[in-house]
């Protein structure tokens, strides 16, 4: 019997000799740990059965986390060879008093933005004005040295003609940033830079230093400006004043917005100083919502490339309140249900998944 037709007999008769002799339930647990295993091997990642957040959105791991021993999944979806408890209801409750926790500093600081909305559209107009002189004064600079109507020695204007056309485009993009956003992120422009101290295991993972023990590094953010880090130990800790002969590594300068979507946009900083026989240092700023400015997080997530978290009232949009209250105020989130129905509801999105 060729190998085609064996397989043809066996996928028509197991299916009924799995019923006779261990009842519907055994067959199904049998077809869908296949189709998982499936999944998997299709798309090289598994998505977990049940979902652990409040939005109904179930995680997605890679398929190395599969079946390894290693409860990924909040239902155990994950690992058919073992059991794993079920802690769906629990992170969808946790879940949840989040998003109730973050509404309520959404609305809080969207009260205080309206009352000072005035004082807003001020900074923001007075911004762009700012910006636009700027602008025009590089490029009278920049017209200039092209027709030789300022004295200049050669080096200096083969300098300047070489880097006002970078400052350009940078304003260009920066006036691009204010206007694509309102009133919202005006007053970053005109705030004070912000510091956080982290060590090289808590940004990097990891030390390079001989002794294993991992240096830490202040890291200084000035907001459309750039971003540096130096050791602690160049620093004078009675003044705070970096130590003569000492400079900090700049990690990157402002250059251009990524994703401009206003609760959440992207903005990378690129030009710094290069790495030890690697590329310029290059970092992407993405901005999250705080009732205050802050630096939350730092990490290095390649060679010379960092990604920094920065909590800002600018991040915080009345559509991300819109879509909170979506989530929250569906009839259909476990969250708003007692446990018994809310395991009635998981059992039905698993018996729709499978």
Same mark, same amino acid.
């Given at each position: 019997?060729?190998?085609?037709?064996?397989?043809?007999?066996?996928?028509?008769?197991l299916?009924?000799?799995?019923?006779?002799?261990?009842?519907?339930?055994?067959?199904?647990?049998?077809?869908?740990?296949?189709?998982?295993?499936?999944?998997?091997?299709?798309?090289?990642?598994?998505?977990?059965?049940?979902?652990?957040?409040?939005?109904?959105?179930?995680?997605?791991?890679?398929a190395?986390?599969?079946?390894?021993?290693?409860?990924?999944?909040?239902?155990?979806?994950?690992?058919?060879s073992i059991?794993?408890?079920?802690?769906?209801?629990?992170?969808?409750?946790?879940?949840?008093?989040a998003?109730?926790?973050?509404l309520?500093?959404?609305?809080?600081?969207?009260?205080?933005? /309206?009352? !000072?909305? @005035?004082?807003? $559209?001020?900074?923001h *107009?007075?911004?762009?004005?700012? =910006? +636009?002189? %700027?602008?025009?004064?590089?490029?009278?600079q920049?017209?200039?040295?092209?027709?030789?109507s300022? /004295?200049? !020695?050669? @080096?200096?204007? $083969?300098y300047?003609? *070489?880097?006002?056309?970078?400052? =350009? +485009?940078k %304003?260009?993009?920066?006036?691009?940033?204010?206007?694509?956003?309102?009133?919202l992120?005006?007053?970053?422009?005109?705030?004070?830079?912000?510091?956080?101290?982290?060590?090289?295991?808590?940004?990097?993972?990891?030390?390079?230093?001989?002794?294993?023990?991992?240096?830490?590094?202040?890291?200084?953010?000035?907001?459309?400006?750039?971003?540096?880090?130096?050791p602690?130990?160049?620093?004078?800790?009675?003044?705070?004043?970096v130590?003569?002969?000492?400079?900090?590594?700049?990690?990157?300068?402002?250059?251009?917005?990524?994703?401009?979507?206003?609760?959440?946009?992207h903005?990378?900083?690129?030009?710094?100083?290069?790495?030890f026989?690697?590329?310029?240092?290059?970092?992407?700023?993405?901005?999250?919502?705080?009732?205050?400015?802050?630096?939350?997080?730092?990490?290095?997530?390649?060679?010379?490339?960092?990604?920094?978290l920065?909590?800002?009232?600018?991040?915080?949009?009345?559509?991300?309140?819109?879509?909170?209250?979506?989530?929250?105020?569906?009839?259909?989130?476990?969250?708003?249900?007692?446990?018994?129905?809310?395991?009635?509801?998981?059992?039905?999105?698993?018996?729709?998944?499978?």
């Open positions: 019997m060729s190998i085609f037709r064996l397989r043809t007999v066996l996928s028509c008769t299916p009924c000799l799995c019923v006779l002799l261990f009842g519907c339930n055994a067959w199904v647990a049998i077809s869908s740990e296949n189709l998982a295993l499936e999944e998997v091997l299709q798309t090289n990642q598994f998505v977990c059965i049940q979902s652990d957040s409040p939005s109904r959105s179930r995680s997605v791991i890679p190395s986390f599969y079946d390894d021993g290693v409860c990924d999944c909040c239902d155990g979806s994950d690992e058919p059991e794993c408890p079920n802690s769906c209801i629990d992170q969808v409750q946790k879940a949840t008093v998003l109730q926790q973050e309520a500093l959404l609305e809080d600081v969207l009260t205080a933005r /309206s009352e !000072s909305r @005035h004082t807003h $559209a001020q900074i *107009s007075k911004t762009l004005a700012e =910006l +636009r002189e %700027l602008h025009a004064q590089y490029r009278k920049y017209e200039a040295l092209q027709s030789h300022v /004295s200049v !020695s050669p @080096h200096q204007r $083969a300047y003609l *070489s880097v006002l056309p970078e400052h =350009l +485009r %304003l260009k993009q920066l006036v691009q940033f204010m206007r694509s956003h309102g009133t992120y005006a007053p970053l422009y005109h705030g004070e830079c912000l510091s956080k101290i982290s060590d090289e295991k808590e940004y990097r993972g990891g030390t390079t230093s001989e002794d294993g023990v991992p240096e830490t590094y202040l890291f200084t953010y000035c907001p459309f400006r750039y971003v540096t880090q130096i602690i130990s160049k620093i004078d800790q009675s003044t705070q004043e130590l003569p002969g000492e400079k900090p590594t700049v990690l990157g300068r402002f250059s251009k917005l990524l994703q401009s979507d206003p609760s959440a946009p903005v990378l900083y690129d030009g710094g100083d290069p790495c026989g690697g590329p310029d240092r290059t970092v992407q700023v993405v901005y999250r919502c705080g009732p205050n400015m802050q630096l939350l997080r730092l990490r290095e997530n390649g060679l010379c490339q960092y990604d920094l920065v909590a800002t009232p600018s991040a915080c949009t009345s559509e991300r309140v819109s879509v909170i209250k979506s989530i929250l105020l569906s009839e259909d989130e476990p969250s708003s249900l007692d446990s018994s129905t809310a395991s009635s509801w998981w059992q039905e999105l698993a018996s729709d998944v499978l």
